[in-house]
């Protein structure tokens, strides 16, 4: 075994930090005890990697040891431990060179009854709850676009990096109010209560954020103080809690309006992003647009209709269709007189021809001739009405002459 008082008293070249680290785990691993032992304690932080490998963390009142069980392991172990829990799990201590860091290496656990604090926990969330300080119906709706926040959270803590890079990013005009308090240990939760107390006395704070980012189950302690849960449940604004990590489950949560998984991922909650917005603007401008033009297109249409049954209904329409029935009433009676004179014409004609035919003219031509007396020109129609020695005329078709009636 090399000299431990050597390394630190003779002069000699400087190790490199791996040298350290590898010399400090063959410390550990000569150490027979710490190769075989079974450690009691409260599991918190549990992770399960998607390796299959399962991280936590093993802690009492005093102190805190991170430990690792790998795949296998986990697959052979008849119990699963939970955050929370507390166990006795079996296993040697090593050193994860790379991270610089001793750990418990896990291949058996048992039960061993939960944690104190999380029955503590446990208790509280089951009274509150009872109490209906976590009922649904009591929660509010967040507004939608609220003009100024109020953020609840240490000014030291990457929680409120992490909120106002959010709200910088998604809606930077949105005007933040910190009120500072401390989020970790006793003095935490009377702090904590009366930051909350500070912004619902304003009135112009629209929404709370009581933000803080993970830790183990003590780290968080001050969010499960009932002081605390019954202030954020009393809250005259509604109040989003991002406490911790997506798998941390603090009473403050429980009685917030929202619970967001991060505190990211309340400041994403809180406000719109204004990019989506934008297009989803974008969008709805087009389709009102759309809207827009179709019904004017129908009320147009309309319009037309109602315009041609009015024309229909129009006595304009109706003088219109008078003078045009006037017109061919006319063109008819028109050709009707026509008609009519023409057919007088040829009656007249015919009329004519035979008078013309049955007149003396016509008889005379034929070699007749007509006998008046003279001087009174009376036609004398028999022989019996003459006496000789009367003087007559006679008259043919191409003239008249003068005779005298010698005999009977």
Known sequence: ????????????????????????????????????????????????????????TLKDAGAQIGAVIWRNGVRSLTYQPQSGDKIQAHGRVGVYERGGRYQFYIDQVRP?????????????RAQLKAEGLFDEERKRPLPSFPTTIGVVTSPNAAALRDVLNVLSRRCPMVRVLLSPTLVQGDAAPPRIVAALARLNARDDVDVLLLVRGGGSLEDLWAFNDEGVARAVAASRLPIISGVGHETDFSLADFAADVRAPTPSAAAELVVPDLTDLGVALAEREQRMGRAVLMHLARQEELVATHRRALDHLSPL?????????????GARLQTAALHRLEMSRQRAGALA??????????????????VRGRPSGRVIASASATTPGQRVSLQFSDGEVAARVDDQ
């Open 1 to 56: 075994m090399w000299d431990q008082a050597a390394l630190f008293t003779q002069p000699r070249s400087p190790l490199t930090v791996s040298e350290v680290t590898s010399r400090i785990r063959s410390l550990l691993e000569q150490e027979a005890t710490l190769q075989d032992i079974w450690i009691e304690g409260e599991v918190s932080n549990l992770t399960r990697a998607s390796s299959g490998h399962v991280y936590l």
């Open 112 to 124: 061993a009854g939960q944690g104190s604090l999380y029955q503590e926990y446990e208790r509280l």
């Open 317 to 329: 329409t109706r003088v219109e269709g008078g003078r045009q029935r006037v017109d061919d009433l």
């Open 353 to 370: 021809a035979r008078l013309a035919a049955l007149g003396p003219q016509a008889v005379l031509q034929r070699g007749y001739a007509i």
